[in-house]
């Protein structure tokens, strides 16, 4: 069984620099660039909207626990913020352009945007963890989907779920 590593540097070279302008896309590349750019445009839209929903019940919340519970919100609205620019910085390696478009935002997004007039911090840490659960759902489904075929952008979403875990369980803890 010959198992020896052994790579053609030569024909690697000519291929980058006849490639150039298909930046880090080489030839190797499993993915369907134009899907994942799509299903990274929603991963966008649905860190926007998180952001959004957590930043308004961060403003939102009043009462006896209001300081813990909006401090956990902004924090987890920061970290959503990250997440989509993260995807957006994928979107554009990939050759694509970033949507953020306000118009087209909450009907990409996997998740909704629920506000409340009321000061209920309970009903705002239930609504944030379903919107969680969502997230962890529709990302783990998208690693499955992307396999082996584009092993940036899963090890992306990876990160980003393991996040999007953490912030489940934060909520759930404050839901004691």
Partial sequence: MDNQFAIDVTKIREDARARMQDGPV?????????????????????????FLRYSQHAIAATGI???QVAAEFREHAK???DHGLRAAERVSQLGGSPDFDP??????????????????LQRM???????ER?????YQEIIRWIGVSDPTTRRLMESILEEEEEHADDILDLLG
């Fill in 79 to 81: 970290q959503e913020m």
């Fill in 103 to 120: 118009a087209t935002l909450a009907a990409r997004a996997h998740t909704e945007y629920v506000t409340t007039d009321e000061t209920d």
């Fill in 125 to 131: 840490l239930k609504e944030n963890l379903v919107a």
């Fill in 65 to 67: 626990d209001r300081t």
């Fill in 134 to 138: 969502i997230v962890i759902s529709s």
């Fill in 26 to 50: 080489t030839g190797d590349y499993q993915g369907d660039t134009k899907r994942i750019i799509e299903v990274l445009n929603d991963v966008v839209a649905t860190e926007v909207v998180c």
